[in-house]
DNA sequence: TTGTAGGCGTTATCAC
DNA sequence: GTGATAACGCCTACAA
């Protein structure tokens, strides 16, 4: 491994004017100095080994990602994060805890003692066990996506409750006035926040709160069918369904088929999270798309910026908003007709000193090209 | 930021001895000391700087993954990849090239500069020049799914043209003769060997080669279905498609829905990789699954076992089997039978000498517990 | 304008 | 058994 030392060598300088170059610091530097060094290194193609700098300077140019579930939302995210670092010049590590809390801990001091800059956190639990980790820590960080409800820090997060009221209004438009929910354990503000949204959506229209209607179910595969059999099965049963979580909706359009109904003539969905395949569905399948890969950018972009930035700033929580997108029944659809044409609602931020995010971003989804 | 002389300071000993314990050489020490540098440790909380460890021991315990694309195959395999890297103690740098080759050699020479002790990588195009800087940067590397057909170097892949042979031979066996497929671009081994089985299916089963019957699009959105359309649109149309990527896949069923025409009424559709809106169409999607997180695991514990083994063995080329999905169509299911219910075909690794990698692991999809 | 020397936090090779 | 001490490769006062 070529060394400082031997571009110094070959050039015929100190180690210290190569340092120079490195650095960029030309400033009292002769033109004849720096062309000979310039040469040496291109000459043996030398690049500096960052452990040594990173030892020096205390910085490592790498940051962090701890996420609870890489699950399909933050593998959008991700690309975003990792597209953004690329843009800055950082470098990424990831690590993911699978769900179990104490591993989240872990990977923040593994992070830690890799020298990270800064970590972008996505807890599933135990968000105040973490936030007063990394602040012992003394490492800078932003939480991302799902958060804490007392957190102060920098964070950067989807509207939810919006999004959810958004899609509860969608229905509610449509006739509906008994219109069942289904979610995972109420463990972080992100599923929290969806079943706030549905309340507030029946509140601000004078409908009943049922709480029978809203199901509940724990994490794993195909605890949301039984779930929604429960809720089609009653002879009162719901004639909508709103449904907080990719998964879930896929177990939810399992339930309706099990239960021998039909989509939307008995009964009406509308999933959080969209997919590629949403438009492709009989009816195609109205959602809540959530701008994944944009959350990403901005969640590594505030965390760099933040790291640039000398003196600490008050926390800044950005908010980004969900897009509700209709799709049009099958019958609808002309057969020339693009099957994935669908009315975007851009949900508009009611929320006065936030940052507006609404620029015409991707959702994520079908942002790259294959 | 504590340091290996606080702890030899507050133990009253030497950092030497402090240095022996965090590196488990208890062979010639006292359990007295051993006791007191533990105790110290513990009150400090202190961890080492791993920068300061890595530049003197010259590892770092960190993994590097280079992918032209984080797409939906490598979201998966990411997972796999990263859970391996846990139980083994590494830490994982993720980067994306976002199918700019030359991003590629550059995230390499990233990963190098920060002293990944290996790499695996999965270029989209040029292979061999990935391959030489690999070779000349002398960095331990495992190619991951897409591979350079002269590769001599370690790699893991998913036997591609077999399943390609297998949803082939699952569309011949239903009678169909005239079968079009869909390609992208052929610009690496995984999209060339697709077109590879879908020729060798038909030379198998005694059928014509129709060149005509064969699109290649240029990746980018709908591109697809153009391509398709120009398939449907002529007289003597194909009864069936072998699409042989999930973005296709998409576009085909578009682009047969455009030209409205019914799946499997007028026209049978198989697809590569599997999705978990697959047995949610109607009908049921049948697919040809490719176990993304077992591919990934196998990745990152062949490179770790090359890291942590001595001397240098021969190359080793690990082939997964693809798992073809026949699903049901709706019409044929049971009511309270679930959606998701369908034939699994484990295809046999008709090859002798290579790793069988038949466990019974999951596809990837649906591993986890939401 | 350039070079010398010390130190970043460890590990490893010696002595003692 | 334990402790100095010299690296590891780089940066940066400070001196020249």
Request: glycine fraction near 6%; include cysteine.
């Given at each position: 491994?070529?060394?400082?030392?031997?571009?110094?060598?070959?050039a015929?300088?100190?180690?210290?004017?190569?340092?120079r170059v490195?650095?960029?610091?030309f400033?009292?530097?002769?033109?004849?100095?720096?062309?000979?060094?310039?040469?040496?290194?291109?000459?043996?193609?030398?690049?500096p080994?960052?452990?040594?700098?990173s030892?020096?300077?205390?910085?490592?140019?790498v940051?962090?990602?701890?996420?609870?579930?890489l699950n399909?939302?933050?593998?959008?995210?991700?690309?975003?994060?990792?597209?953004e670092c690329?843009?800055?010049?950082?470098g990424?590590m990831v690590?993911?805890?699978?769900?179990?809390?104490?591993?989240?801990?872990?990977?923040?001091?593994?992070?830690?003692?890799k020298r990270?800059?800064?970590?972008?956190v996505?807890?599933?639990?135990?968000?105040?066990?973490v936030?007063?980790?990394?602040?012992?820590l003394d490492i800078?960080?932003?939480?991302?996506?799902?958060t804490?409800?007392?957190v102060?820090?920098?964070q950067?997060?989807t509207?939810?409750?919006?999004?959810?009221?958004?899609?509860?209004?969608?229905?509610i438009?449509?006739g509906h006035?008994?219109?069942?929910?289904i979610?995972f354990?109420?463990?972080n503000?992100?599923?929290?926040?969806?079943?706030?949204?549905?309340?507030?959506?029946l509140?601000k229209?004078?409908?009943?709160?049922?709480?029978?209607l809203?199901?509940?179910?724990?994490?794993?595969?195909?605890t949301?069918?039984?779930?929604?059999?429960?809720?089609?099965?009653?002879?009162?049963?719901?004639?909508a369904?709103?449904?907080?979580n990719?998964?879930?909706t896929l177990?939810?359009?399992?339930?309706?088929?099990?239960?021998g109904l039909?989509?939307?003539g008995?009964i009406?969905?509308?999933?959080?999270?969209?997919?590629?395949?949403?438009?492709?569905?009989?009816?195609?399948?109205?959602?809540?798309a959530v701008?994944?890969?944009?959350m990403?950018?901005?969640?590594?972009?505030?965390l760099?910026?933040?790291l640039?930035s000398?003196?600490?700033?008050k926390?800044?929580?950005?908010?980004?908003m969900?897009?509700?997108?209709?799709r049009?029944?099958?019958?609808?659809?002309?057969?020339?007709?693009?099957a994935d044409?669908?009315?975007?609602?851009?949900?508009?931020?009611?929320?006065?000193?936030?940052?507006k995010?609404?620029?015409?971003?991707s959702t994520?989804?079908?942002?790259?090209?294959?």
């Amino acid at each position: 491994m070529t060394t400082i030392d031997d571009v110094a060598k070959l050039a015929g300088v100190s180690k210290s004017s190569v340092s120079r170059v490195i650095n960029g610091n030309f400033q009292y530097m002769s033109e004849e100095m720096r062309g000979k060094i310039e040469q040496a290194i291109k000459e043996l193609d030398y690049r500096p080994n960052s452990l040594a700098q990173s030892l020096k300077k205390k910085e490592t140019k790498v940051i962090g990602l701890v996420v609870g579930d890489l699950n399909s939302f933050w593998s959008v995210a991700l690309r975003g994060v990792q597209e953004e670092c690329m843009r800055s010049g950082y470098g990424l590590m990831v690590s993911e805890s699978a769900w179990d809390p104490e591993k989240d801990l872990e990977n923040i001091h593994m992070m830690k003692s890799k020298r990270v800059d800064g970590l972008i956190v996505s807890p599933i639990r135990q968000h105040k066990q973490v936030d007063e980790l990394l602040t012992s820590l003394d490492i800078p960080y932003v939480f991302a996506d799902s958060t804490w409800d007392e957190v102060v820090s920098d964070q950067v997060v989807t509207n939810t409750v919006a999004g959810a009221v958004e899609a509860m209004e969608h229905l509610i438009q449509l006739g509906h006035t008994r219109i069942g929910t289904i979610l995972f354990t109420l463990e972080n503000s992100v599923r929290r926040e969806r079943l706030e949204g549905y309340k507030e959506a029946l509140r601000k229209h004078g409908l009943p709160l049922d709480e029978s209607l809203i199901k509940i179910c724990k994490a794993g595969k195909g605890t949301g069918v039984e779930a929604v059999l429960e809720l089609l099965n009653r002879p009162d049963r719901p004639t909508a369904i709103f449904s907080t979580n990719m998964h879930l909706t896929l177990d939810v359009l399992k339930g309706v088929r099990q239960a021998g109904l039909d989509v939307p003539g008995d009964i009406s969905v509308v999933g959080y999270d969209d997919s590629e395949w949403a438009p492709l569905l009989d009816p195609p399948l109205t959602t809540v798309a959530v701008p994944a890969f944009q959350m990403g950018v901005k969640a590594a972009s505030l965390l760099i910026q933040k790291l640039q930035s000398k003196k600490p700033k008050k926390p800044k929580k950005i908010e980004i908003m969900p897009k509700l997108i209709i799709r049009h029944s099958a019958a609808e659809l002309h057969p020339k007709q693009s099957a994935d044409e669908a009315s975007v609602v851009q949900l508009t931020d009611h929320s006065a000193a936030k940052e507006k995010t609404n620029e015409n971003h991707s959702t994520g989804i079908n942002s790259r090209k294959a």
